[in-house]
């Protein structure tokens, strides 16, 4: 597509309730991150994937958090038994290659656990 | 471990007044350095990067920044400050992998009529 795609916009959920997050990314570009946003913080960086290489999953905080990618298309971020202090925005980039060129961004899942 | 650090939290400008907006960064060889602008509700857009050579790049919407080694920092300036330039900023780095970005916790750019 024209842009990175994510959905749902918006989500809450009840603590300890499973969720699923997901991201399109732009047709062609091999690289796709996931970063979280929290309230007044800058941007964590949680994972990458990079065409069918292993992905680089350093960033992710639990095992709660898990994310898969198929090929070089969609991407899904799940979030196990969900906390509170999972509430954030999660944000999903791609880019062509490796990140030299920057980002392009979605325009983000905003998490809130209730 | 490389770290970015954007010291001003929150900055008020008049619209038609000059900005500058402050990026420091840690890390042990040249860097990739990034500004991004965040609008309320959008994901981050991408102004301006800075790989190597001139140290003064240009951007979109009339933005500019200047790398200073030896100040480590890369300062994002404007000459003229427009209303819709209110958004949130931030400041990002990239090793020379490049496989992820550091940011910075972002400043908050407020422009009074």
């Known amino acids: 597509g024209a842009g990175v795609s994510q959905s749902p916009s918006n989500k809450v959920t009840e603590k300890g309730k499973d969720v699923e997050l997901r991201c399109d990314p732009i047709s062609g570009h091999t690289a796709l991150y996931w970063y979280r946003q929290r309230l007044g913080q800058g941007l964590e960086f949680l994972i990458y994937f990079q065409g069918n290489s292993a992905p680089d999953k350093s960033g992710l905080p639990s095992d709660r958090f898990s994310a898969e990618r198929t090929g070089e298309s969609v991407s899904t971020l799940t979030i196990q038994r969900t906390q509170q202090e999972d509430s954030a925005v999660y944000l999903c980039?791609?880019?062509?290659?490796?990140?030299?060129?920057?980002?392009?961004f979605g325009s983000g899942t905003r998490l809130t656990v209730v | 471990a490389q770290s970015v650090t954007q010291p001003d939290i929150h900055i008020t400008v008049s619209e038609g007044a000059s900005l500058e907006l402050r990026c420091n960064y840690s890390?042990?060889?040249?860097?990739?350095l990034f500004w991004y602008v965040q609008s309320p509700g959008q994901g981050l857009q991408l102004l301006l990067k800075y790989f190597s050579g001139d140290t003064l790049v240009q951007g979109i919407k009339g933005f500019e920044a200047e790398f200073k080694r030896s100040q480590s920092s890369f300062n994002l300036r404007k000459p003229s400050v427009h209303w819709s330039d209110a958004a949130e900023y931030f400041c990002?780095?990239?090793?020379?992998?490049?496989?992820?970005?550091?940011f910075g916790s972002g400043t908050q750019l407020t422009v009074l009529p």
């Open positions: 990002a780095l990239a090793s020379g992998s490049a496989r992820q970005l550091t």
């Open positions: 890390y042990g060889a040249t860097p990739y």
């Open positions: 980039a791609s880019s062509l290659g490796t990140g030299v060129a920057g980002y392009t």
